[in-house]
Antibody, heavy 123, light 113 residues
Framework: QEHLVESGGGVVQPGRSLRLSCVAS????????MQWVRQAPGKGLEWVAV????????HYADSVRGRFTISRDSPNNTLYLQMNSLRTEDTAVYYC????????????????WGQGNLVIVSS | DIVMTQSPDSLAMSLGERATINCKSS????????????IAWYQQKPGQPPKLLIS???ARKSGVPNRFSGSGSGTDFTLTISSLQAEDVAVYYC?????????FGGGTKVEIK
């Protein structure tokens, strides 16, 4: 069964850094692109970043570009989100997500979500 | 950026009634080369992550009850729940995956009257 488990969240002060991890199981991790999506408390979903199956291509939301970095360690089935210069508005549940395929469109379509990991940015 | 606008923000229907959620994109998400609309619908129940219901505007994911259906093309899309059940109480989101930044609608909260 396909599964995604996030970790690394917690409380951090503004301006500091945090790295989220997501361990995948039950599917061929190296075959699929992966994404991060976040949800501020009581709010809707906000896309954060996507990385291609081979790690060569990344795209970011304007709100995090230059501060966050998405990366992957395929031999260890792990996705990362390095978050630097954190702001209070980055407070959210961060979801790791798998895309459905590799052909056009499917490489951006999310078909599996992790349970989420809460990040609180507060002084 | 493609802006996704959902309506209504919330709706309360009786059990067995038909629920309709609308989603409009600020530009077409129809690929003329494949004739596919790059629209997904997700269901999020309280305290849970979102779950994919429908992709390509109208393709129901395996295991999703057939009371859920998606329709539309170009810029206007609809999610319909043909006969509302208690377990359908959730927030529903549309999303375009046509181009980055990938964008979601604001969500529609569905409740039982």
């Amino acid at each position: 069964q396909e599964h995604l488990v996030e970790s690394g969240g917690g409380v951090v002060q503004p301006g500091r850094s945090l790295r989220l991890s997501c361990v995948a199981s039950g599917f061929s991790f190296s075959y699929y692109g992966m994404q991060w999506v976040r949800q501020a408390p009581g709010k809707g979903l906000e896309w954060v970043a996507v990385i291609s199956y081979d790690g060569d291509t990344q795209h970011y939301a304007d709100s995090v570009r230059g501060r966050f970095t998405i990366s992957r360690d395929s031999p260890n089935n792990t996705l990362y989100l390095q978050m630097n210069s954190l702001r209070t508005e980055d407070t959210a549940v961060y979801y790791c997500a798998k895309v459905s395929g590799r052909h056009s469109g499917s490489d951006f379509l999310i078909d599996l979500w992790g349970q989420g990991n809460l990040v609180i940015v507060s002084s | 950026d493609i802006v996704m606008t959902q309506s209504p923000d919330s709706l309360a229907m009786s059990l067995g009634e038909r629920a309709t959620i609308n989603c409009k994109s600020s530009q077409s998400v129809l690929s003329t080369s494949t004739n596919n609309n790059f629209i997904a619908w997700y269901q999020q129940k309280p305290g849970q992550p979102p779950k994919l219901l429908i992709s390509w505007a109208s393709a129901r994911k395996s295991g999703v009850p057939n009371r859920f259906s998606g329709s539309g093309s170009g810029t206007d899309f609809t999610l319909t729940i043909s006969s509302l059940q208690a377990e359908d109480v959730a927030v529903y989101y549309c999303q375009q995956y046509y181009s980055t930044p990938l964008t979601f609608g604001g969500g529609t909260k569905v409740e039982i009257k």
